[in-house]
């Protein structure tokens, strides 16, 4: 046993290395790409929530973790693209370390390669670079899943408890949580189709399969009530301390009556809210048009993870002596996700692919691993064939992870050409014109930036970014973020002679340019798109008051 539990050391310090690889990865130059609109639109309601102390849930934007997370780090750290984006960084970037939960269900190899896809993935590093609730669910539900696996190995309750937290953590990020627990019933299902399956061939009938399987998690469900119990008080204290409106939550503490109310807040009214928007609400959109748009991003990014992932479930569930749970309940995890998200979203984004590639990252695990070991033996009888044809896989993953990864996160992370780009992402490089920007807004006195034209205009500047807000305010997103950390002054005209305080900054789409081009004499003009396309905006400078800046 003893060199066993050697090794398995040496395993966990190789873990522990991808993982520090995979925050380096996510942290480097984590601020530079320019926010996306949606990205934009939970910041500037973040920095709101900051100023004012009042917050709600609202459906649209997800749940409520960015929100308490940001407020605090925006608070005590600082306001930036980089500060906003850490919290899923670093959840991303641990994630590698989730595979060691799994230690006992696969091999040494098959753990370190769950982490190595969960670090080096092109869509799992773009989206761990970017401030959204994806990753976040995703990786907390793959660790409600690692828990409960450590959980029936062990007996032990903290296992219990921590898959508790992580599912409560799950539910405040994303509502998709919810159709988590579907999939997993119908996993769970499918499992125990399994044995009622094999049942004649170990003697036994399907109703006899059955009636054991339901005998022991009758007697599991009553030996260990108390503790479950426990964690059920344990989840809805989590939910509560999430979803409760601020500042009711604190007032509740000094006035005890205001606890019902904050608690129904906190969950009835959060479910109903949930309810209208993403169960009635209805987000009629071709199936087959978001299904293919999830395969075609797939094919860019992920194609062989998700061919080795097909692989290693049906060489476990055909070839081995007894299919492995694990691999194949988070095969149908994966791939019920993949099906599934094109009919429930009511965008096609490739944010959506997270969801399947976390499950995924375990059954692909096991089809490298075959690769790996026919490769081996292809070697050792001088198969030159099999051994060309193990390096050529082996190349394309590294070329994949590798040179996809880089030219997604690093090179191009904001290009139209970019598979993992979604159209509310700006195409220009924005970044020194922001800087300008909140440069000039810090040395003027009066309206800082003018919105001008009808896309932009809105009746009462005071007003018009309170939820669900002005559409002509939700235009202006993501400058709006940029423009609200910097404490920047805004207005609006919708005519020239609406210009009247020779503002330092003015905005307008590019059918305005000539019209603007001739009253702002002294103003330099800088055009970019501010979604990845068909939004080309001016932006019309000071150029004495900028010069002035530099100085």
């Known amino acids: 046993m003893a060199p066993r539990r050697f090794y398995r050391r040496h395993v966990l310090v190789a873990l522990v290395a991808i993982t520090v690889f995979a925050l380096f990865l996510r942290y480097v130059s984590l601020g530079w790409r320019v926010f996306h609109w949606d990205e934009a639109r939970v910041g500037y309601w973040t920095l709101r929530y900051l100023e004012t102390g009042v917050w709600e849930y609202r459906a649209i934007v997800h749940g409520p973790l960015l929100f308490h997370v940001n407020e605090i780090l925006f608070g005590f750290v600082g306001k930036s693209d980089t500060i906003a984006r850490a919290i899923v960084a670093t959840v991303g970037g641990l994630l590698p370390l989730s595979a060691w939960l799994f230690r006992s269900k696969l091999r040494d190899v098959e753990v370190l390669v769950v982490g190595l896809f969960l670090a080096l993935n092109p869509v799992m590093l773009y989206y761990s670079r970017f401030m959204r609730n994806d990753v976040l669910v995703a990786g907390f539900s793959l660790l409600v899943v690692g828990f409960a696996v450590r959980l029936l190995e062990t007996k032990r309750y903290r296992y219990l408890y921590a898959g508790v937290l992580a599912l409560g953590l799950a539910f405040g990020t994303k509502e998709i949580a919810l159709v988590y627990l579907g999939i997993w019933g119908g996993a769970l299902l499918l499992l125990l189709d399994h044995r009622l399956f094999v049942a004649r061939e170990r003697g036994s009938s399907w109703w006899q399969t059955a009636q054991a399987v339901g ?69 009629e959109h071709s199936y087959i048009a978001y299904l293919t748009d999830a395969l075609e991003t797939t094919a860019a990014a992920s194609l062989l993870l998700v061919g080795f992932a097909l692989l290693g479930f049906l060489y476990d569930r055909y070839t081995g002596e007894e299919p492995r749970d694990l691999v194949s309940f988070s095969f149908y995890w994966g791939a019920t996700v993949f099906l599934l998200y094109p009919a429930i979203t009511d965008i096609s984004a490739p944010w959506s692919l997270v969801h399947a590639i976390v499950p995924l990252t375990i059954p692909a695990a096991v089809g490298l691993r075959i690769v790996l070991e026919h490769g081996f033996t292809a070697w050792e009888t001088e198969d030159r064939v099999g051994t060309a044809i193990t390096v050529l896989l082996l190349l394309a993953v590294v070329g994949q992870m590798g040179f996809v990864g880089a030219q997604t996160s690093f090179l191009s992370p904001q290009s139209g050409d970019n598979s993992l780009v979604q159209y509310g992402q700006p195409a220009g490089h924005l970044q020194g ?38 559409s002509n305010w939700l235009n202006r997103l993501p400058l709006a973020w940029y423009f609200e950390r910097s404490d920047a002054t805004t207005d609006s005209a919708t005519t020239p002679d609406g210009i009247t305080d020779e503002p330092p900054v003015v905005i307008s789409r590019v059918e305005h340019y000539s019209e603007l081009n001739a009253q702002l004499e002294g103003y330099e003009a800088r055009t970019y798109e501010i979604t990845s396309s068909g939004t080309e905006t001016i932006v019309f400078l000071d150029k004495t008051a900028l010069n002035n800046t530099q100085t």
Not at 261 to 267: I, K, N, R, S, W
Not at 439 to 460: C, E, K, R, S, W
């Open 215 to 283: 005998l022991r998690i009758y007697r599991a469900l009553k030996k260990h009530r108390r503790a479950l119990g426990f964690g059920g008080i344990e989840f809805l204290v989590v939910i509560v301390l999430l979803y409760a409106p601020r500042p009711d939550l604190y007032q509740a503490f000094d006035d005890p009556t205001k606890i019902p109310g904050v608690l129904e807040a906190a969950t009835i009214s959060s479910a109903e809210k949930l309810v209208d928007l993403w169960i009635q609400g209805g987000h």
């Open 433 to 470: 014109t922001i800087a300008d920007i909140e440069a000039l807004a810090q040395d003027n006195g009066g309206t800082d930036i003018l919105f001008y034209g009808d896309h932009f205009a809105v009746p009462d500047e005071s007003v018009a970014d309170q939820y669900p807000a002005n």
